[in-house]
């Protein structure tokens, strides 16, 4: 079942919104590391990194967490894309290998024939001269 675009942004503003103002959790990030924070009912998270405090709103973890999502859609389908060109140069190489054994029996099949035909003619000229 696919949502449309309306819908799917009202789904995901209910989700963000859904928490009660006083009590909403943040994902503060400093030093590499994720932390879960309960913050103020101003909606930020203070964390202390080195006696300085970093806030974070709600909105921007909001828009942080779609465009990681939207960055990983992204590299599938990019991935995707790369792999169906690899399945293409496969199918192209052993296209191109049959036909250079293909080349390369008929020229082994010539040669076969010209010294069958020298062979003879070799034979034929012992004969002759006996």
Not at 8 to 34: D, E, Y
Not at 61 to 73: D, E, K, L, V
Not at 94 to 102: D, I, K, L, S
Not at 104 to 125: D, I, K, N, P, Y
Request: hydrophobic share 40%; net charge positive; with cysteine.
């Amino acid at each position: 079942m696919r949502m449309s675009k309306k819908n799917w942004f009202g789904s995901v503003k209910k989700k963000l919104f859904r928490s009660s103002p006083s009590h909403k959790n943040v994902i503060v990030l400093h030093n590499n590391t994720i932390t879960n924070r309960t913050s103020s009912a101003n909606g930020r998270s203070p964390t202390k990194n080195n006696g300085r405090a970093y806030f974070i709103p709600k909105e921007d973890m909001a828009a942080i967490t779609i465009q990681s999502h939207f960055r990983g859609h992204l590299a599938r389908r990019a991935f995707k894309a790369l792999k169906s060109l690899v399945r293409l140069q496969a199918v192209v190489r052993g296209a191109c290998v049959r036909r250079q054994a293909r080349i390369a029996l008929h020229c082994m099949h010539a040669l076969a024939r010209l010294q069958v035909t020298v062979r003879a003619r070799q034979l034929l000229s012992k004969c002759d001269d006996r």
